[in-house]
């Protein structure tokens, strides 16, 4: 994340031509990031153990919020946990306690770098480069897919806000810096570092 933060300190803010208010922003954030695997044929027990800790493991395709924390299922068989880095998080050894024989917990928190696109031209942005139709009517909110953005690996979800995006660390600059080109004629504004419990706020 510390070249996301140079990004956001030197990037020069730009904006509308109508009100002076930037009609698209980028934010960024930290956060504690645990994938889940089931293993073979213990899918239902290991939903049942995050369901008994208070995490909802939502379908494939889809993203389940449940206090603090945000469940994501885009693989057959694996969730992301995002959850805001502070004590109350659950580590990954806490989560791959709780697995048992159901499942496993890998630590990704420093492997995946958290942003989020808000505003009205958000789609239009990501349409430039994104092979999914991201259109509400198509991907509402609650909607999370896998995929790629100017040629990055990149996790897309729905949330009332905005867009987030979940994309590997060391190629987080490059989509950074393709989202604030791609996103000048929309007005977009200098990126800004909010908390994770921000980005999914009703």
């Known amino acids: 994340m510390h070249s996301i933060r140079r990004i956001i300190v030197s990037a020069p803010e730009s904006r509308s031509e109508a009100g002076g208010a930037a009609r698209l922003e980028l934010r960024c ?112 909110k609650g909607r999370a897919a896998a995929t790629i953005v100017a040629q990055v690996a990149t996790v897309i979800v729905a949330l009332p806000h905005g867009l987030l995006l979940l994309t590997p660390s060391t190629t987080a600059r490059h989509l950074c810096e393709w989202l604030l080109v791609t996103g000048r004629p929309f007005g977009i504004g200098s990126p800004r570092e909010i908390g994770l419990s921000e980005l999914f706020a009703e």
Do not use: N
Not at 42 to 63: E, F
Not at 67 to 88: H, K, N
Not at 99 to 114: F, I, K, P, Y
């Open 29 to 140: 954030s930290h956060a504690t990031i645990v994938e889940l695997a089931a293993h073979r044929g213990r899918t239902a027990g290991l939903t049942a153990i995050a369901a008994g800790h208070g995490c909802t493991l939502p379908s494939l395709g889809h993203a389940a919020l449940s206090g603090e924390q945000l469940a994501l299922g885009v693989r057959p068989g694996r969730w992301l946990v995002l959850q805001p880095r502070d004590a109350r998080a659950t580590t990954w050894a806490q989560w791959e306690a709780r697995c048992g024989q159901a499942g496993t917990a890998v630590d990704l928190s420093s492997g995946l770098a958290v942003l989020q696109l808000c505003g009205p031209e958000a789609q239009a942005v990501l349409a430039r480069s994104c092979r999914l139709d991201l259109d509400p009517q198509h991907f509402p």
